[in-house]
């Protein structure tokens, strides 16, 4: 069930979130369990786990820990095994050898093992500033380090892997700032902060996590960060992921985010601004997330933020702009997607207005609002090479100039039973859909231009310029 139904319809029993079923030929006697770690993936998040048992006769992996939803959930039958001897495959890879009490390694060519570095981590958190609730930090401004080389327990990291530590972390703080870190290397977060007033995140460079780039809740501005390459180990986890309730609120802006294995940046909470970020190459790995992604919140705005090359790898789906669970009144305008197949995602969600939107696709265009109503879209444009669909259409009740122009010549409305595609329709012209060729000249750059001679200032659609997105110089 969604989390908003409560989750499972069944609790999984301990059984279930401990036991994994495998081929006979994919694992054998060799396996030492004293050693071999699992990753299990799921559609939206993973879990890590160490081996307590291997039952050959039977073929089944029971875990030292259990995982956060049973092996196999959402159809999804795939996993790996870590730190083996037969998992070295090449020279430079190595493996912790718990049972002889060794560091294997396989050097690469040329390098000398009595004289090469080795670096190992011993703590979960490098740098810790904790206020009280009631008694908080204040005035203190970190600027211009660089961190390196943290560790996590082995053990369920959540959705998106959100419980382990971070390399630095920051609790009940106020006028506190972060300025010119470069956070690398680290397992867990790079960046864990929590109960934040009138706080910044800025000029920061946190690269190669293996969670989550930078995690944090409570009034914060978030400005000016290149944020790449996280979840290496944890591919749930999320580049930029803020959180603020009770008047709370967060600005994620002008950051550039990219190589993520799930969601680029996420955002939940009420009255957040995320604005003038450039974000490419997210969702490489999981499924049902995407670019931007926002829940459980009421009127955040997304405004100016250019997202281009997601490619959808399956599952539940990978989106440049997503409104999930309980998103009410909010605004997503004036944004560009480029070769994302799923430009605006929507599921549980209501009263949200999309306006002013460029979404260009080089195969399939889809647009989705399952279990949603009450949208409303004003002058958006979809260009694509393929198909452009619309999944349950009934619940746009307002449109306005929307252009469909499809190279093929199809745009089709789906109507859903649940979640399953029940019928499919062809999208009439006028009520809101205008069928016709909107003749962009530009758009790669950021910059959205139409040809003079085309319908684009008689309808006034949207002059988008979002080149300044991203970091600024």
Not at 239 to 244: I, L, N, P, R
Not at 281 to 302: E, P, Q, S
Not at 325 to 354: F, I, W, Y
């Amino acid at each position: 069930m969604s989390t908003t139904g409560g989750g499972w319809k069944r609790k999984p029993t301990q059984d279930e979130l401990t036991t994994m079923k495998y081929r006979p030929e994919d694992l054998g006697p060799w396996l030492d369990v004293h050693n071999a770690e699992v990753t299990v993936y799921h559609m939206w998040d993973e879990s890590v786990v160490g081996v307590a048992r291997n039952d050959l006769h039977d073929h089944v992996l029971t875990f030292s820990t259990p995982c956060g939803h049973p092996p196999g959930a959402f159809g999804v039958k795939k996993y790996v095994v870590w730190n083996v001897r037969e998992g070295m495959k090449e020279p430079g890879q190595w493996y912790l050898d718990r049972t002889a009490g060794k560091v294997v390694c396989w050097p690469l060519p040329g390098e000398q093992m009595n004289s090469a570095r080795v670096i190992a981590p011993t703590v979960e958190s490098i740098l810790r500033i904790r206020g009280q609730a009631n008694r908080p930090v204040r005035d203190v401004t970190v600027r211009g380090l660089v961190l390196s080389v943290a560790n996590t327990p082995l053990a369920e990291g959540g959705f998106g892997a959100g419980n382990f530590p971070g390399a630095v972390e920051v609790a009940n703080a106020e006028n506190c700032k972060l300025v010119g870190l470069e956070i690398k290397n680290v397992a867990g977060q790079g960046l864990r902060a929590w109960n934040l007033k009138s706080c910044a995140i800025e000029d920061c460079h946190v690269y190669d996590t293996g969670a989550c780039g930078l995690k944090f809740s409570g009034e914060c501005l978030v400005r000016n960060n290149h944020v790449h390459h996280v979840g290496r180990i944890y591919p749930s986890g999320i580049a930029v992921w803020g959180d603020g309730h009770n008047g709370q609120t967060c600005r994620i802006e002008h950051n550039t985010v990219h190589d993520t294995s799930y969601t680029a940046i996420a955002c939940g909470g009420d009255d957040h601004r995320i604005e003038h970020n450039r974000i490419y190459r997210a969702m490489l790995v999981l499924h049902d997330g995407a670019g931007i992604y926002i829940t459980f919140c009421k009127r955040i705005m997304l405004r100016g933020n250019y997202i281009h090359d997601i490619i959808d790898t399956g599952g539940y789906g990978a989106s440049a702009y997503y409104l999930d669970e309980q998103a009410e009144d909010c605004l997503v305008e004036g944004n560009l997607s480029v070769r994302v197949a799923r430009p605006s995602q929507t599921h549980m969600a209501r009263k949200n207005t999309l306006r002013g939107n460029v979404f260009v696709c080089e195969g399939d265009a889809t647009l989705t609002f399952p279990r949603s109503s009450d949208y409303s879209l004003e002058r958006n444009v979809v260009v694509a090479q393929g198909t452009i669909r619309i999944t349950r259409p009934e619940a746009i009740t307002r449109a306005t100039n929307n252009v469909l122009f499809s190279r093929k010549g199809r745009v089709e409305g789906i109507k859903l039973d649940d979640y399953r595609q029940a019928e499919t329709r062809p999208i009439p012209t006028g009520d809101g859909w205008l069928l016709l060729e909107p003749k962009l000249t530009e758009y790669e750059t950021g910059r959205v231009l139409f040809a003079p001679a085309g319908p684009a200032r008689k309808l006034g659609l949207p002059a988008i310029d979002v080149r300044s997105a991203g970091c600024k110089e």
